[in-house]
């Protein structure tokens, strides 16, 4: 391999247009930064023409359904809770105020933004339907100005208490707080209509708390403040990084390369993929923390072992070379494997998810190309005189043993206690694997934000008082294959949603949501036509009733609709009176209690049949919520499988041998399991963010037990003896990976700090995934390798084809096939059983290739030949 | 100003106009208290009664429609004063035979009488009439684009005088009573007919008009045949279409609460 020794010799060598060079491109592609398109939102985590997505904007549409503002107003201080006159006058100003969040939109012509005024219930928004004189019926405005009274207050509190429509929703079960619904005509204006709420809020005195929340806020806040999030930490978390590498290596100038190489990479990356004109989008933003641990580990790797190496006397660039000469293979085999596991994530069937591999595994590339050219040539750049008193050789012999010391206690422990560190390792794992059995996946984009922040609180306290915040629709309508025979029989037909059955079976669902306590509040036509029918009556609550007769119904339906708010019937219905809309809200937005309401729907449509076949669809963005995330998690999860074998293909490939490639793998599997497995164990939910940063796990582990095991390797050929080459492991190399470990772990701390749950996830990950490979690494490996010496170091095979070893070919063969199916799964929606029978078929094949290819005239000819080194 | 509405504005009477037609500008009146007072007189107190087929289309954002067709019947207690409305429903097909009936009063102080027939239901209801600008059976035109506005509940002003209309502001007594801010009215110079009907908001955003779209002389009546009412803020609009428009057909006393019912004859056509 003199493609190394050159690399090094260029590099010190031409160390000025190196530098030159890594400059120009860096500027380059950060110019093309402001360019940059930001998309926060979540939804776009499915494409557009997902069949959810489309029959969410259909439901929209038809509907005339918004993504809702939820503002909650509290007086805990007044005995009449937010009924008086000066609570409600804030109200009635609130209400006005945001009437006039509306814009003209720039981008379509004749096309206002912003709040659906017509559309915003609030107490001066909505009628009230009552009793006028006797026998008389009486519509009127709930609240047409704020009351001068208190008895004009809890009057208006006891009218909207009064209707069922309002209780729960507008008004909380207890009769105290309100709640606005501010509709929207793009929800990513949440952030700014949430804004502009929150500074004309901060104008009024008084008692009341507002709060704030539902999820297009959430979602559009998250999407701000994750950027501004990311401009604090990802700066802080280098810093910290910095420090630890000065404690470390105690050289200023020299410490400062790792910071160039994470910052050149990042940036570089960042303006690349801005520049072929991708969205930075939730995932992708997440990019620059994937790519600076990944891009100073190597860097670090460098620096140790040029701290340990470096001596007066063979001078700097003698040094580097001897550097480079030991780590250029490692690296680039990190590199290559990272790269090709982050790369893979582009077979995932999810937009975000594509860019976000393609891009890491580009900055990885990057930031290798980089470390091999620039660290030597800034070595270079460094004067001679600036490195005095540097390097192992010049720190005091006591300092320099503490590290020393504990690691070479640990390396003589793993050789003779082997066997009870594997058993050890193996219990663990299997506790852990039992812990993975037991992993919850669930999301609430709500909880990405801490338990202090406003949002987060409104959730929580206007999920207390109300029916909830979180939104989902229902969707019925009659199935399409029943309804031509229906029209066929009778040509006189009724519209179906003014039939009586219809709206009892509507109204026997909505019981038994509320029953099952997972649905807090749901409006439908059946509560409108039971509502005017119990005040066309009498007002008596006896009748709260759906009356007899279909006419009956629609005229009912065409009494409310002579109120001053007649189109918020065709919320619930269509003109046609064909589609009925239930709105539920529910108190929590976390995925599994979305999907046990649609189990719970699903099983009343088994257990009771309607009058005729339905068919019925959900949306809301509590439902959508639940569909991305599961196929970002569950989709996430095979996308990692399948990295996770790639980087096994490579690792064997690499290393010319399927075992090795399973030694390999063991840190990034055991950190992988365990890590899943006290999540497990612990209960905490497996959400997006955990879904995505198991991904880094590929970037760490496979760098340490490549690291470890291509020296071991090296170490090997040369003394013969693993016994001799684990001192030397447990020396320097295993210092780099201590310090490694140590610095990216700490140096993500800060992270801890952050009031985004998503960021402090990363903190803890990093944290983990560091202290876990690099302990599996430096115990397990070595144990591992212990016993196994004798097949791994067994005298060099002549092999040069891999064709020609039938074991690894088998192997490898496997391995691909499962990744192959993996991928059809994710793409093709075949069943897995299906896909089973294709490897059941396949394999014994690939067996046949296998056998024919090892046994080819080429390698017998080729083990004829004799002993041939390979490298 | 009251006028407008469509629906009365059908019933006005020409007589002692020229009609519409009349290339000469006519003479410039100046008091504007006298240009409304008549245009009300002229769109809601034309004959002694009459009698309408009205067929509405309402048309939503996305352009689905929804109709509503009904007979409607009026008579004048007095010209200017008090009057009385039945309105029978023919379309659609499931609020058939529902019957409203409307006592109108002049006083500013005293509130209209509704009453409402449901045979669904087979009920008759009072309906208590606080406040006007509800929706009439769900279209963009307000109970109130029906009956018409007192006058007395606006102070008017002119704009302008054009070559064919004056243009009047009518600004609220009591704002409070009602959604809008103000709003404007155009009234034929020749027929006193009104036009179009600007309504703004609080904020004096435009939000609502009504046209008078087709205006026919039956009976030697200028008559509107053809309204248009556009909400600005939903993207909504109804249209009204009159047919069979007959003026003074000597209708009794239907107006009562016996004939809720058991609608006369003239209503059932």
Redesign the interface.
């Known amino acids: 391999m003199d493609f190394k020794r050159a690399t090094a010799d260029y590099s010190v060598k031409h160390y000025k247009l190196v530098a030159a060079v890594m400059m120009v491109f860096t500027l380059a592609t950060a110019s093309l930064i402001p360019l940059i398109k930001v998309d926060t939102d979540p939804e776009n985590m499915l494409s557009p023409d997902e069949s959810v997505r489309l029959f969410h904007n259909q439901a929209k549409?038809e509907f005339s359904l918004y993504d809702i503002v939820v503002v909650g107003i509290v007086n805990n201080k007044n005995p009449d809770g937010v009924f008086n006159p000066q609570s409600l006058s804030r109200i009635y100003e609130l209400t006005e105020f945001a009437r006039?969040l509306t814009w003209s939109s720039e981008k379509e012509e004749n096309r206002q933004i912003g709040v659906v005024?017509?559309d915003i219930l609030a107490p001066s928004t909505v009628d009230h339907i009552g009793q006028?004189?006797p026998?008389?019926?009486?519509?009127?405005?709930l609240m047409?100005?704020p009351p001068d009274t208190r008895d004009e207050a809890i009057e208006i509190r006891n009218k909207a208490m009064s209707n069922p429509l309002l209780k729960g929703t507008l008004v909380s079960e207890d009769g105290r707080a309100v709640c606005l619904y501010l509709p929207l005509t793009d929800k990513d204006l949440s952030y700014r209509i949430y804004t502009l709420l929150r500074d004309k809020i901060a104008t009024f005195g008084g008692d009341e708390q507002y709060y704030i929340t539902g999820l297009p806020v959430a979602e559009d806040t998250f999407g701000v403040e994750m950027f501004i999030q990311m401009a604090i930490s990802a700066p802080l978390a280098m810093l910290v990084v910095f420090l630890l590498m000065l404690f470390f290596f105690r050289k200023l100038l020299l410490v400062v390369s790792p910071m160039i190489i994470a910052i050149v990479s990042v940036i570089s990356t960042m303006g690349l993929l801005i520049g072929f004109g991708f969205p930075v989008h939730i995932m992708s933003s997440m990019i620059p923390i994937f790519l600076m641990p990944i891009s100073v580990v190597d860097s670090v790797h460098i620096l140790s072992e040029f701290f340990e190496l470096y001596t007066r006397e063979k001078g700097r660039d003698g040094t580097i070379k001897e550097v480079m000469g030991h780590l250029f293979t490692p690296m680039l085999y990190t590199s290559l494997t990272t790269a090709a596991g982050f790369a893979s994530l582009a077979l995932t069937p999810i937009p975000p998810v594509q860019v976000f591999g393609v891009f890491v595994a580009v900055g990885v590339m990057i930031a290798w190309v980089f470390t091999v050219t620039f660290v030597p040539a800034y070595v270079m750049l460094i004067s001679e005189k600036s490195l005095e008193n540097f390097g192992q050789a010049a720190v005091h012999v006591e300092k320099q043993s503490r590290l020393a010391k504990i690691l070479r206690t640990t390396g003589q422990f793993t050789y003779t206690g082997a066997k009870p560190i594997l058993a050890v390792a193996a219990l663990i794992t299997a506790v852990a694997v039992y812990g993975i059995t037991r992993i919850q996946v669930n999301d609430n984009p709500v909880k990405w934000f801490s338990k202090r922040h406003p949002i987060r609180q409104a959730d929580i306290e206007l999920n207390k008082h109300f029916g909830g915040t979180y939104m989902a629709y229902l969707v019925l309508e009659q199935s399409p294959e029943s309804k031509t025979n229906i029209t066929d029989e009778s040509e006189d037909a009724?519209?179906l949603f003014?039939k009586p059955e219809m709206l009892e079976y509507v109204s026997k669902l909505q019981d038994y949501l509320k029953q099952s306590g997972l649905v807090g509040k749901s409006n439908s036509v059946a509560d409108v036509v039971k509502k005017v029918?119990q005040e066309?009556?009498d007002g008596k609550p006896e009748n709260y009733i759906i009356?007899r007769?279909?006419?009956?119904?629609?005229?009912?339906l065409?009494?409310f609709?002579?109120?001053?708010?007649?189109?918020d019937?065709?919320h619930l219905v269509t003109?046609d009176y064909d589609k009925a809309n239930i709105w539920l809200q529910l108190t929590s937005g976390d995925n599994q209690d979305m999907e046990k309401v649609v189990r719970t729907v699903d099983t009343f449509f088994t257990q009771n049949k309607p009058l005729v076949p339905l068919t019925y669809n959900w949306a809301g963005l509590t439902y959508i919520n639940t569909v991305w995330q599961d196929k970002m998690v569950f989709g996430m999860l095979q996308s990692f499988l399948g990295s996770f074998l790639i980087v096994f293909i490579m690792m064997a490939v690499l290393f010319r041998s399927a075992l090795w490639g399973l030694i390999c793998m063991v840190p990034l599997t055991l950190t992988i399991v365990l890590i899943y497995g006290v999540i497990g164990l612990a209960g905490k939910d497996y959400d997006m963010p955990v879904a995505v940063l198991s991904a880094l796990t590929l970037g760490m582990a496979v760098d340490f037990a490549i690291h470890f095991l291509e020296r071991a390797r090296v170490s090997c050929d040369r003394t013969g003896s693993w016994q001799t080459s684990a001192g030397e492991m447990f020396a320097e190399p295993a210092r780099a990976i201590t310090r490694n470990v140590l610095v990216i772990a700490i140096g993500f701390l800060p992270l801890l700090a952050a009031p985004l749950v998503p960021y402090k996830t990363v903190g803890v990950f990093m944290c983990v995934i560091m202290a876990l490979s690099g302990i599996v690494t430096l115990i397990v490996l070595p144990a591992i390798i212990k016993l196994t010496e004798k097949t791994l170091f067994k005298p060099k095979q002549t092999v040069v084809s891999p064709g020609c070893n039938c074991g690894f070919c088998l192997i490898i063969s496997a391995a691909t096939v499962v990744l192959v199916a993996l991928n059809l799964h994710q793409y093709w929606h075949l069943g897995l059983t299906r896909l089973t029978w294709l490897s059941i078929i396949t394999i014994p094949v690939m067996v046949l290739v296998c056998g024919v290819m090892s046994r080819r005239q080429v390698c017998k000819n080729i083990s004829k030949e004799g002993k041939r080194g390979v490298k | 100003m009251k006028l407008l509405t469509v629906v009365t504005i059908i019933f006005i009477s020409s007589s002692a106009l020229i009609a519409a037609d009349d290339p000469n500008t006519p003479e410039k009146i100046t008091d504007v208290n006298i240009i409304v007072s008549k245009a009300n007189i002229m769109a809601y107190y034309q004959g002694d009664d009459g009698k309408a087929r009205v067929k509405m289309t309402i048309t939503d954002r996305r352009g689905q429609t929804r109709n509503r067709e009904f007979i409607i019947l009026r008579k004048d207690v007095e010209d200017g004063g008090d009057q009385n409305y039945y309105v029978y429903f023919l379309k659609p097909a499931d609020v058939r035979e529902m019957v409203f009936i409307v006592h109108k009063h002049a006083d500013i102080n005293r509130d209209d009488d509704r009453w409402l027939y449901l045979p669904g239901l087979d009920l008759v209801k009072r309906i208590a009439a606080g406040d006007k600008r509800t929706s009439f059976v769900g279209s963009d035109f307000l109970y109130e684009d029906v009956s018409g506005r007192n006058l007395e509940e606006d102070t008017h002003e002119f704009i302008e005088t054009t070559e064919q209309y004056y243009v009047i502001k009518n600004i609220p007594k009591k704002p409070e009573t009602v959604e809008f801010g103000y709003f404007t009215v155009a009234i034929d110079r020749c027929n006193f007919v009104p036009m179009k009907m600007e309504f703004y908001d609080r904020n004096s955003k435009l939000y609502r008009v009504i046209e008078s779209q087709k205006v026919e002389t039956i009976q030697g009546f200028p008559t509107v045949v053809k309204s248009l009412v556009s909400d600005l803020n939903t993207g909504s609009k109804t249209e009204m279409e009159f047919s069979g428009v007959q003026y003074n057909i000597g209708l009794g006393d239907v107006f009562t609460e016996r004939y809720l019912r058991r609608p006369p004859d003239e209503a059932r056509k």
């Not at chain 1, 026998?135 to 405005?141: H, L, M, P, V």
């Not at chain 1, 007769?549 to 009912?556: F, L």
């Open positions: 549409a006039t005024g017509v006028g004189g026998g008389e019926i009486k519509f009127e405005w047409t100005r009724e519209s003014t029918h066309l009556i009356p007769t279909a006419p009956a119904v629609a005229q009912c065409m009494q609709q002579s109120s001053h708010n007649p189109d019937l065709w003109y």
